[in-house]
């Protein structure tokens, strides 16, 4: 850990600047196997006993499996497969099981992120030698100091769609097995394929039978029309069932099909371009889905459109209260529309607790198409940005383990505004985006690979908007040069600071705490690289300045008196360093209050200062 103090952040309207932040981690000590299951095991799952023993037999062996859809098609049940399988032979994984999505480019973060906060890991920054570790070997050393350490683990890779990017972060050690799901055919020949097609005729009819079982007993022959129509696909026969279990009983499944048969062409004839992506089956769905959407309440479609916004990850439904009053919904709306949509299995509730849903991508890509011409889409979008740069908000500069769980399910859907919305996000608001939200959350768990790109892309987009030369462009380049000392990048980061230094002089003036801020951070790179005689003019300075401008009683000058001593402190400057310490020290309790972090870290700064006064006596002895 990093001895110096943390001032946190200071976040004026939509700007932020990080001062010198520190992680506040501790060591942890062995847990028990984690066991993750993202999707609750379905009490309608119907055959594929062929694929669950093919699944069994072949991770008995060191070798990646794979469930791939026939043809690339989605709504076959790979994902339901590979959650049938975890559920059902979790006994046979007393390492753990690890389900990851592996959507996109961010598989090695969310390895990382495992190991960080569900192993509780301290994954390393650098190597025995000082070096900086890419996020490739930040993965080689989350699988080899897995908890526990021993034991066969299950790592399911969830909708696999670039192998190659993959391959990379897989794990090399036997007690592995890889089961990776995805629509991709034909991978590698050292992966074994398990290809999913639709259902069986008579497995379709099971799991019909399971949703509906008095009208297949009544309709036996229509019953199997039906599943051929749909294509034997269980996303369809699941909407249809759940559409079904609403009627009355003099619904008949005759009714049913043929009501789908005449959705299905006005589907063609109204969006024909969509048509021609669908196979057979997935056009079955989408008749389904339509007949269950035209019965929704008109509320409850519209809330139906703002979930299709949110990332394919886990929703949580405290998310959709939040966008109520911003959207004028009644709380007895949004319940309805939970409800509503839940029942036709337009939402699954997921396996962490009762307020998390999931949306199957075939259905948020329908949902999407209705938003897309609802008139809607800007006013839903807006909405949802504010909700997550209202979360992002509340993300510390000080993030202890309570807060990362507390936050990180929401980081997904920022990643989703960071890449999708950004053109309904105020220009305030941009470092709330990509500084506290993305940027920090990662930098202030030590995952400074992860947080680069979003403090990178943070000063793109801020020029973009702003030009050049706006203090804010200049906020966002002192950040990005922390992060980079922080990786021991240290030309990149003294460049980026004397231009942030630079415009701040020149755009803010030579007396502005920003200023004093710019100053304490170059000084405290010049400290991390052992040049102190250039790191003390330049703290000293900061701390004239910060006295000068924001008074004595500040928390700002406790930390660059606390930088000051930690100065002194390594050059064997001992006297001076402890009465700095102390004077910080009595700052901080003042201003903050006793439980403060600061005023923790203070207590360590000084702890580790009388160690190491103490060994210098008895060195001495």
Not at 223 to 251: D, N, S, T
Not at 364 to 386: H, I, N, P
Not at 597 to 617: G, M
Request: glycine share 6%; charged share 20%; net charge negative.
């Amino acid at each position: 850990m990093n001895i110096e103090n943390s001032q946190g952040i200071i976040t004026t309207g939509g700007k932020v600047d990080i001062h010198n932040p520190t992680l506040n981690f501790s060591p942890h000590s062995p847990i028990q196997p984690v066991k993750q299951f993202p999707y609750r095991d379905n009490p309608n799952f119907v055959g594929r006993e062929a694929q669950l023993t093919a699944l069994q037999q072949q991770l008995q062996q060191p070798e990646i499996v794979a469930i791939s859809a026939v043809a690339g098609m989605g709504g076959v049940g790979k994902t339901e497969l590979a959650s049938r399988y975890s559920h059902k032979h979790q006994g046979e994984y007393p390492g753990g099981i690890c389900w990851l999505d592996a959507r996109g480019e961010n598989l090695a973060g969310a390895i990382v992120q495992f190991a960080q906060n569900d192993l509780k890991l301290e994954v390393p920054q650098k190597d025995v030698l000082g070096n900086p570790l890419n996020l490739t070997q930040q993965v080689a050393w989350c699988w080899q100091h897995w908890q526990p350490p021993e034991g066969l683990v299950l790592v399911i890779l969830d909708d696999v769609t670039d192998l190659a990017h993959c391959r990379d972060f897989f794990p090399t050690s036997n007690r592995f097995r890889i089961l990776i799901t995805t629509r991709l055919r034909h991978l590698d020949p050292n992966i074994r394929e398990i290809p999913l097609d639709v259902l069986s005729e008579e497995e379709a009819l099971q799991l019909l039978t399971a949703l509906d079982v008095k009208r297949v007993q009544r309709e036996p022959e229509t019953a199997q029309e039906l599943c051929k129509w749909l294509g034997y696909l269980p996303l369809g026969i699941e909407l249809v069932g759940r559409y079904l279990a609403k009627k009355p009983p003099q619904w008949t499944l005759a009714k049913i099909l043929e009501r789908l048969k005449t959705q299905s062409i006005e589907d063609e004839a109204l969006n024909q371009e969509l048509y021609k992506t669908l196979s057979t089956a997935q056009r079955g769905v989408k008749a389904a889905f339509e007949l269950s959407w035209q019965e929704l309440e008109p509320h409850t479609q519209e809330i139906a459109q703002f979930l299709s916004l949110f990332a394919p990850s886990v929703i949580a439904w405290e998310w959709v209260e939040a966008a109520a009053s911003q959207l004028s919904w009644h709380t007895e709306d949004v319940e309805t529309a939970n409800w509503q949509l839940y029942e036709r299995h337009l939402i699954n509730l997921v396996e962490d607790g009762e307020q998390g849903y999931n949306i199957h991508p075939l259905i948020r890509q329908f949902l999407q198409t209705k938003l897309a011409v609802s008139g809607q889409a800007e006013k839903l979008q807006t909405a949802f940005a504010d909700i997550f740069v209202a979360i992002a908000q509340t993300i510390p500069g000080t993030l202890t383990l309570e807060k990362i769980n507390s936050v990180k399910d929401a980081i997904p859907q920022l990643v989703e505004v960071a890449e999708n919305l950004l053109h309904v996000v105020s220009d305030d608001n941009l470092m709330l985006v990509f500084v506290v939200g993305l940027g920090l959350f990662y930098k202030e768990q030590g995952l400074y690979n992860l947080a680069a790109p979003w403090l990178e892309q943070c000063v793109s987009e801020l020029k973009s908007r702003l030009g050049a030369e706006h203090p804010d462009v200049a906020t966002s380049l002192n950040n990005l040069a922390r992060l980079y000392d922080y990786q021991g990048r240290y030309k990149e980061a003294e460049s980026l600071y004397l231009q942030a230094l630079e415009m701040r002089q020149r755009l803010l003036g030579a007396e502005h705490p920003d200023v004093a801020t710019s100053l304490s951070n170059l000084a405290t790179l010049y400290h991390h690289q052992g040049r102190y005689e250039q790191a003390e003019p330049l703290d000293l300075q900061a701390l004239k300045m910060y006295k000068r401008l924001l008074g004595a009683e500040h928390p700002y000058v406790a930390t660059s008196l606390n930088n000051l001593a930690i100065l002194y402190h390594h050059q064997g400057r001992y006297k001076e360093a402890e009465s700095l310490y102390l004077q910080a020290l009595k700052i901080y309790k003042r201003l903050l209050g006793a439980e403060h972090p600061d005023v923790a870290q203070s207590l360590n700064n000084l702890a580790t200062y009388c160690v190491r006064k103490l060994n210098l006596c008895i060195c001495k002895l």
